[in-house]
């Protein structure tokens, strides 16, 4: 299995830029997890899909963020507008969907808002 | 709710001595619980998962970590270290009762030199 996908690896962008964060989830996983990175706060979980509905979206930040996942292998994490405090490392992860399953993360996208 | 701590920002060893990274959890009921590890620039890496039975774990790359049910303490345990062994490690706890969502701690560098 290739892993959990995510595109693009790097994004450079101006304030007030639309950003969109892709991610595929390992094929028969059912569960989707973002998180984002910083020095300062950590890894934080962002919002978490159960066989694509959000189940939890305590994590985001504000309404400039929002998260999609339309069917069972993609779903979108979107900035709009982009602050430079929004600059950090996305990941997503999945996971089968059991509490004592794993979740295998991806490799991240590197955000920098300018 | 469900917390982890892990009290050291970093841990020194020298190649060759055994290491260990601490890790302190609180749930409300019983735990799930897991080590991640991430090497600059990539995503988290699973080492090893405590879900029932021994309390000695062994995982990935010669680790492994003790469940103390009554210290609420998951260390993670190398009787060798490898400089390449030198990373960033992450504990987590998934309570029964809390769903799909981990939470993690805040991470320890780990410094193996030669």
């Known amino acids: 299995d290739a892993g959990v996908i995510q595109s693009p690896r790097h994004e450079v962008t101006e304030m007030g830029q639309e950003v969109t964060l892709r991610c595929k989830p390992i094929?028969?996983?059912?569960?989707l997890f973002w998180y984002r990175q910083t020095m300062m706060r950590g890894l934080e979980l962002l919002i978490y899909f159960n066989n694509n509905v959000p189940i939890d979206d305590s994590g985001m930040p504000e309404d400039r963020f929002s998260a999609k996942m339309p069917n069972a292998s993609f779903s979108t994490l979107k900035i709009q507008p982009s602050e430079p405090r929004d600059s950090a490392v996305y990941f997503c992860?999945?996971?089968?969907?059991?509490?004592?399953?794993?979740?295998?993360f991806g490799p991240g996208t590197r955000l920098l808002v300018l | 709710a469900q917390s982890v701590a892990q009290p050291e920002d970093q841990v020194n060893v020298a190649e060759g001595n055994p290491l260990t990274v601490k890790c302190t959890y609180s749930v409300s009921g019983n735990p799930y619980l897991f080590w991640y590890v991430q090497y600059p620039n990539r995503g988290l890496q699973f080492l090893l998962k405590y879900i029932t039975g021994d309390n000695l774990v062994k995982g990935s790359y010669g680790f492994e970590a003790e469940f103390n049910k009554s210290q609420t303490s998951f260390h993670l345990k190398k009787p060798s270290a490898l400089v390449s062994d030198s990373a960033l490690y992450f504990c987590a706890v998934r309570d029964m009762l809390g769903g799909n969502k981990l939470v993690f701690g805040a991470g320890t560098i780990l410094r193996v030199k030669s």
């Open positions: 992860a999945s996971s089968s969907g059991l509490p004592q399953e794993t979740q295998y």
């Open positions: 094929s028969g996983h059912n569960s």
